[in-house]
């Protein structure tokens, strides 16, 4: 806690930024020191760790983000470890709730107010496989290619995240023609459905 | 033609603002942009409704959990595999929460100075399908609750060993455990 004792320096800043701050400050009861001490504590220890706050607040509407299309945040190995199990114990239920997951999904976007629901979902995912390496997903000409690379996906959770995209891919009007899966990599490719229903 | 931006004076520590200054430089910017980017998105926080500190606990938390390794997971897929999983092997899948949470609880205590406050943080951050968590110290003594009727009775189970290899990692033990399907409260000492 700083108390009066503390050496004080000063330094110039934009007024219309410090002013702001001391509106947002003012509403909050804090005083304007008080504030200015956050938020540089923040930036500080965002660059111990080589982020900076913009990233954070991007992070933080991740996880906004990730909360509202009803995804939780744990231990991966955990997921992996049930993954595992459950597949091993009923395959074609598994595969259906891992589908039906990412139906659910699509449609909360599809059906959603934004302008362009898949690349809404797909900026999010990207988002929230922060835990796979190489994550992409492109759309183009009636088209969508997905590209993961994990080196940490089992076997079991390889296949049931396939059918998760699948899942998703066909809630958004799009056929999966072609996938390569091995484990921890995983290669998808997709047609709107009536150019994949057209004779060649 | 724009006007150009008036400036104002504002008092800060000293170790802080060497700090700052260290920081700036290790990004190879100037104070003044340095600082001026911090002040920005602070405003650009408030405006998402986040405070600073609460953004820092946020950060903290974040952290933990990528050094740890967390992962994004759809709650009704978890809940099927969480009842599959435990039809099939749940001493075994107890066994790996209780060692996740030991995990966690050891990471914790070394990067907080209150860690029992960061797991609260961290229990909020991460299961936000839990409605209430409530850490409260009584002496010596620890209670934990956690409540969210979205919870299943094996969901419940194995985060109730979560929170007992987190807490036992702290340094408490298990005084009384009441699980019940979307409850949990465990008094430790």
Known sequence: ?200 | MPQPKGKKLVYVPEDLLEEVAKASRGRGETISKFVEEALKQAVRANKAGYHPQQLAEYFEVMQAQKVLGGAFVPLEVLNYLTNKACQEEKEQLSAKWYESGKWHGKYLKEKFENPTQAFKAFLEASRWDLNEVEIKKEGEKVKVRCVSPLLTTEATELLAKFIEGAMHSIGYQTQKTDCLRGMIVIKFK
């Open chain 1, 1 to 200: 806690m700083k108390t009066s004792k503390v050496k004080r320096k000063t330094f110039v800043a934009r007024e219309d930024l410090i002013d702001r701050l001391s509106e947002i400050a003012k509403q909050k009861g804090y005083s304007l020191y008080a504030i200015v001490n956050e938020v540089f504590e923040l930036a500080v220890k965002a660059e111990e760790t080589s982020v900076d706050l913009r990233k954070i607040i991007e992070e933080r509407n991740v996880l906004k983000a990730a909360r509202e299309a009803g995804f939780l945040l744990g231990l991966e190995s955990l997921w992996y470890e049930m993954a595992e199990l459950a597949y091993q114990k009923a395959k074609t239920q598994a595969l259906k709730s891992w589908y039906e997951a990412g139906v659910w999904l699509a449609k909360r976007y599809a059906t959603g107010e934004v302008e362009d629901p898949f690349a809404a979902f797909k900026k999010d995912l990207e988002a929230f496989t922060w835990n796979a390496p190489e994550f992409t997903i492109e759309k183009a000409e009636g088209k969508i290619s997905v590209r993961i690379i994990s080196p940490r996906f089992t076997e079991s959770y390889t296949v049931l995240l396939t059918s998760f995209l699948e899942g998703a891919l066909d809630a958004f009007g799009y056929k999966t023609t072609s996938k390569e899966i091995s484990r921890g990599a995983i290669r998808l490719e997709a047609f709107k459905v009536e150019e994949a229903d057209a004779p060649a």
